[in-house]
């Protein structure tokens, strides 16, 4: 029978990221000197898990590396060996190493043997026993007996059965090598009424004809061992011939290659985007069997309705006008419904970003000489794939920045007072149709006039202006802004925050920082949930419908005469509990022949972007939607004040309002 | 058609061997841990558990004492997977109970072969 391993792979490469994963993680919470047995078990589970499977897929390269990890972990877990703080650094590379070498495989390119045989010689020397980890080839030559036959007195003790296994069975097997003839002893069978059913009192001689070696009939009865009497003599007397034994073999041949001990293998700060870069170009996505379940669930709910508006609309009369509203009412739920699920097929959570920024901030701490504890919250909060992948580079850079600039040194923490060990808190939670990451640290938080006195360096500022600390911290988001006095290969030349925040509102997200000098940092992201649909305000422009993205909305009102103002060479302002809002006419913008002009005949919608209000005159508001995405960048081009576009319920296009671009246009 | 309750917290190794038994034509039932597959073994009765020893939640040793310790299973072959390296495994299970064992790495056809060696 020929089964294709290969249907298996996938499956298999998933799973061992996600071991190498649980195994990082486990290995950079482990205690140095004094190791919780659970976790130890957990990271050898890991291992074990790995090398099975890759010798069961024929990946022996892999099957022969784990096993030297593995041989460790044992001995780790069984109390011989402490564990070191070198132990957890080699195996951490080896982790690293694995990934690679599942990438190699993956995309068919060699694996680098170097890099392997380098790391697999750290482990053997941690293990005290170079050479012998990768399992002596079991090509050792097993004397067989050539003859007619074996002799076989099979004596089982009573509770043979008791383990499952059957006689019968063996004989079976035993018929299978040759002619087998078995004459039952049954000197040992009690009276009936002694007799426990359960036991086995009868013992077999057996003679067994034909070619088998000694080692296969002694493989017949394998199991058996220790659970019987077993002897077997050849029939006649046997010539002895060599012959070897195809036993299953985890090693592979091993790796020759001269190591190079020059060659440093640098573990780079970017490791995990490596990682990341194996995962992206496989566009596949684990689903949980309960979502699809859902999904299937609400499908089975959509044929129903529309099995009951077919009859309905079979012989339709306008007595059953109110069975099709019911009916178009539950198609509605059931549409709804149906879209909620299949969004959330494409939700993660947020872990398969978070889980890469222990292993970072280990190895950067390390590197800066700093002390860093990370916490993580939030880590099941869920968020769309796509958002998901693209926001990993600016939280990469964030974090970086915050161990960088943000924790002190550990001898500057204790002179202010601090404790050595600096934290760092992801935190992922929802508010409102957003979610929110929050990167918060301990740090020496923000110093307001070094980033003043660079702005002013670099002509940002004019010298005298008085800025707000809001203002001030948005300094920090210019482009080549960077206060760090030594230009570190951490965090870069400062080419970064720029970049951060607009990788971050091309995901119509905004980031936000508050701090506070000496006591710490915290950065805030705002990301919208999914990218594809949107909640949307329609509003209206003459005959023009828009859409105004729900996130922006404060509020709606019809203004009263008095409270619009005409401010000289600013424009028209309006009046809102005290507060003046600049207001901006659509219908002008845009050059829309509308007939509502004066703002108290239309409706103002108040809208904050970029910390900023601004008040926008529309004709009317339409109704609040749930809007699919289209781009209209890809479909015409790139629009100013215009961001993309969607299909209303009857067919016509509908333009949805980039309103911080609007704010921008009125200023000019 | 006799029934097969495959264990392995490994989904992939779980895949293969319950694509190869199902491809030979018995029922196969599959757990991801030892708590798992007790938790099955109790509503509905297989004629035959294989199982990975090292496994989150309960062993495969473990599962294959809780087993043996139900009138149901008295009896019941009970394999376990287990790498070479595992002769103290292999003691270990026995006396837990396990009928034999199946050495990993093996293909399909040595699984279908062992399996059929027991079932007949």
């Not at chain 1, 972990?73 to 694995?98: F, H, M, P, W, Y």
């Not at chain 1, 059965?161 to 004459?183: H, I, K, T, W, Y």
């Not at chain 1, 504890?373 to 869920?382: P, V």
């Not at chain 1, 005298?464 to 920090?476: A, Q, V």
Request: proline share 3%; with cysteine; glycine share 8%.
């Amino acid at each position: 029978m020929a089964i294709d391993l290969a249907q298996f792979h996938q499956t298999f490469f998933d799973e061992s990221l996600e071991g190498l994963d649980a195994m990082e993680s486990g290995l950079l919470n482990l205690d140095v000197g004094a190791a919780d047995v659970d976790a130890i078990n957990t990271i050898f589970r890991a291992a074990h898990s790995i090398k099975g499977g890759s010798a069961t897929f024929g990946f022996n390269d892999i099957a022969k590396f784990t096993h030297v990890m593995e041989t460790l972990l044992d001995e780790t877990r069984s109390g011989k060996r402490n564990v070191t703080q070198q132990a957890v650094d080699i195996l951490l590379e080896s982790v690293d190493c694995l990934r690679e070498m599942f990438a190699a495989i993956h995309h068919k390119a060699d694996v680098n043997a170097a890099r392997v045989a380098l790391l697999q010689g750290k482990l053997d020397a941690l293990l005290g026993s170079t050479g012998v980890s990768g399992q002596a080839a079991n090509d050792g030559t097993q004397a067989a007996a050539q003859n007619a036959g074996w002799k076989i007195a099979f004596r089982p003790l009573s509770h043979l059965l008791c383990n499952g296994n059957d006689p019968v069975r063996l004989f079976r097997e035993l018929q299978s090598l040759g002619g087998v003839d078995a004459v039952a002893d049954m000197d040992n069978l009690p009276s009936f009424e002694e007799l426990q059913p359960e036991n086995c009192y009868l013992a077999w001689d057996i003679t067994l004809t034909g070619m088998a070696n000694e080692a296969e009939v002694a493989d017949v009865f394998a199991w058996v061992e220790g659970d019987c009497e077993l002897t077997i003599t050849p029939l006649e007397a046997a010539t002895v011939e060599k012959s070897s034994m195809p036993l299953p073999i985890v090693s592979a041949a091993p790796a020759s290659e001269t190591i190079d001990n020059n060659t440093q293998f640098e573990r780079r700060v970017a490791t995990t985007d490596r990682r990341t870069g194996a995962a992206t170009d496989n566009a596949s996505i684990r689903v949980s069997i309960d979502k699809v379940d859902t999904l299937v669930n609400m499908v089975g709910e959509l044929v129903i309705t529309q099995s009951m508006l077919k009859q309905l609309g079979e012989d339709f009369d306008m007595g059953r006008i109110h069975k099709l509203r019911d009916g178009l009412l539950q198609l509605e739920r059931n549409t709804h419904e149906l879209q909620e699920s299949v969004m959330r097929i494409r939700m993660l959570p947020m872990s398969f970003v978070f889980n890469r920024f222990p292993r970072m901030v280990h190895d950067l701490s390390q590197k800066l000489g700093k002390k860093v504890e990370i916490k993580m919250l939030g880590e099941q909060t869920e968020l769309d794939k796509t958002v998901m992948e693209k926001i990993g580079d600016p939280l990469v850079h964030l974090i970086r920045n915050s161990l960088d600039h943000g924790i002190e040194m550990p001898e500057m923490r204790r002179a202010v007072g601090k404790p050595e060990t600096g934290t760092l808190k992801l935190n992922a939670y929802h508010k409102g149709g957003n979610i929110i990451i929050e990167i918060s640290d301990d740090g020496a938080g923000i110093n307001k006039q070094k980033v003043l006195k660079r702005a002013i360096e670099r002509g940002l500022v004019k010298v005298g202006e008085t800025l707000s600390d809001e203002k001030i911290y948005e300094l920090i988001f210019m482009p080549g802004f960077s206060t760090a006095e030594v230009v570190s290969d951490v965090s870069g030349r400062g080419v970064g925050m720029d970049v951060v925040q607009r990788n971050i509102k091309a995901l119509g997200g905004a980031v936000e920082i508050n701090a506070k000098e000496g006591i710490g940092t915290i950065i805030s992201i705002r990301l919208p949930l999914t990218l594809a649909i949107l909640d949307g305000m329609s509003i209206a422009v003459a005959n023009d419908i828009f859409i105004i993205p729900m996130t922006f909305i404060v509020e709606s009102l019809q203004p009263e005469k008095r409270d619009i103002k005409t401010v000289a060479d600013k424009g028209r302002v309006v009046q809102v509990r005290g507060e003046y809002l600049p207001l901006i006419a659509l219908y002008q913008l845009f050059g829309i022949a509308s007939q509502v002009i004066e703002p108290d005949k239309g409706i103002l919608v108040l809208l904050e972007a970029e910390g900023k209000k601004v008040a926008l005159l529309v004709d009317a508001l339409v109704g609040q939607y749930q809007v699919v995405l289209k781009s209209l960048e890809s479909n015409y081009r790139k629009t100013e004040g215009i961001d993309q576009a969607t299909i209303m319920g009857d067919g016509r296009v509908a333009l949805i309002l980039d309103i911080t671009s609007l704010v921008r246009m009125s200023k000019r | 058609m006799a029934s097969i309750l495959a264990v392995d917290d490994s989904t992939s190794m779980r895949q293969m061997v319950s694509f190869t038994l199902k491809g030979a034509g018995y029922e196969v039932v599959e757990a991801v841990d030892g708590q798992d597959a007790l938790n099955i073994a109790k509503t509905k009765k297989v004629n035959l558990v294989i199982t990975d020893v090292n496994m989150p939640n309960m062993d495969g040793i473990s599962l294959i004492k809780a087993l043996r310790a139900l009138p149901d299973y008295k009896f019941t072959p009970m394999l376990m997977l287990t790498t070479e390296s595992g002769e103290t495994k292999k003691a270990e299970g026995k006396a837990a109970g396990a009928t034999g064992w199946l050495v990993k790495p093996f293909n399909p056809d040595q699984l279908l072969l062992t399996i059929k060696k027991v079932l007949g």
